[in-house]
């Protein structure tokens, strides 16, 4: 399984992409090459299912320094999980076969501040 030393350390002193990133360090090699492309193409066999917000300043593959292929990302403005996401969560585990779900969180995210600021002033 490609993703797994991502989340945990590794013995060898390297903790993955995570511990990576926040050390401003380019993360180890991750398979995104022609080969990996044509494994891909066939068939997708992540080893997580992502639930994260669409914001374009986080790249999930660059926080856990992941691969084409290694995650199914589920992403939306709110980070709300609605029936569309949670069908696509379903896939990801029932069809694809992840082991692993992981819900990231931002506790201070503009539309759902937005979306509270409103709900205050009674317009929502």
């Given at each position: 399984?490609?993703?797994?030393?991502?989340?945990?350390?590794?013995?060898?002193?390297?903790?993955?992409?995570?511990?990576?990133?926040?050390?401003?360090?380019r993360?180890?090699?991750?398979s995104?090459?022609?080969?990996?492309?044509?494994?891909?193409a066939?068939?997708?066999?992540?080893?997580?299912?992502l639930?994260?917000?669409?914001?374009?300043?986080?790249?999930?593959?660059?926080?856990?320094?992941?691969?084409?292929?290694e995650?199914?990302?589920?992403?939306?403005?709110?980070?709300?999980?609605?029936t569309?996401?949670?069908?696509?969560?379903?896939?990801?585990?029932?069809?694809?076969?992840?082991?692993?779900?992981?819900?990231l969180d931002?506790?201070?995210?503009?539309?759902?501040?937005?979306?509270?600021?409103?709900q205050?002033?009674?317009?929502?």
């Amino acid at each position: 399984m490609l993703g797994a030393p991502y989340f945990r350390s590794t013995g060898d002193g390297h903790d993955g992409g995570n511990a990576d990133f926040l050390a401003d360090k380019r993360s180890v090699k991750t398979s995104r090459d022609s080969d990996r492309r044509l494994a891909i193409a066939r068939a997708q066999v992540p080893f997580a299912v992502l639930v994260g917000c669409s914001d374009s300043r986080v790249s999930p593959e660059l926080l856990f320094g992941t691969g084409l292929g290694e995650l199914f990302i589920v992403r939306n403005a709110g980070n709300t999980v609605d029936t569309v996401a949670l069908g696509s969560i379903q896939y990801g585990v029932q069809v694809l076969g992840a082991p692993l779900v992981l819900v990231l969180d931002d506790r201070t995210h503009h539309p759902r501040r937005a979306q509270s600021e409103e709900q205050r002033r009674g317009q929502g």
